[in-house]
């Protein structure tokens, strides 16, 4: 795993982290000089890379943990690698597969995908819950049967994401016990296309979207409003030599992950029960 270490709301190193059984320290910063500062540190790689528990924090002699300041709103996002910021800092035009993953650690980035982002453009703070290659019906196993993060409906409640090593669902929130948020925002379906499970099944597209929904709303009741995104064209193809997907396919994510989403959130009573699309 890869950490970023924040000083002032700068960015000021990328820390690595291997991924041991036992507890190891590491030095994250240092020089920093007198007076108060605000320090933070984020996971800079999607839950898929590197499973990282914090143990506890070391200070040089001297220093002191000021009070947590006051918290801010949460905003949610539950969504695909375009949420966790895979591959996202790759050069425009950079479809290789094999170059993108001989480079996936340096070009992949949660703090530069869009929700980090919208955190900093409102002042609120962050839970990012996106996932790389995930769907409402793509299951992701290519990582052993214990270790997924997909479908959402099935894994939104995991306490921590992919549950390495974990049965699925044996490590879930129940209703209550999930952290706090103030809004959610939902961003799928693009890969259930490209995995060829969903093209042209619109009325499959709207049950696996409801299934999501009614997941999200068992653990953030209403009035807490869902946001449900979708995309206009499918992402990463700003530029013709870097289409992706068949024409069939493009049509469907610019066309069916909306009506999936207006179909779903209809069935739960629409802007009138705080679902939007």
Known sequence: AVMNVW???KRVRRVAIACRSEAEQYVVLEGLGEGEHVVEVSKGTEPAFGLVAIAGVHLPEGAELLPAP???????????????????????????????????MDWSDPDFAAPAFVGQTFGVDVHNMGVGGGGLVVNMDQHGPNQKAAPFASHYADRISFNWGVPAGSEQYAVGEMPKADCVVVWVGQNDILAG???GKVADGVEAYLKLLEEIRKHR?????????????????????????S????????DEIRRWAEGAAGRLGGEGAHEYV
């Open 70 to 104: 006051t918290a801010k709103p949460v905003i949610e996002f539950v969504g695909d690698s375009d949420f966790a910021g895979s591959a996202s800092l790759a050069p425009v035009g950079t479809y290789n597969i094999p170059k993108v993953l001989s480079h996936f």
């Open 197 to 199: 499970k969903l093209t």
């Open 221 to 245: 009741p209403a009035p807490t409003p869902i946001v449900c995104l979708h995309p206009s064209s499918p992402i990463h193809s700003t530029i013709d030599a870097y289409k992706i997907g």
């Open 7 to 9: 000083v002032g709301g």
């Open 247 to 254: 024409k069939k396919q493009r049509g469907a994510i610019a």
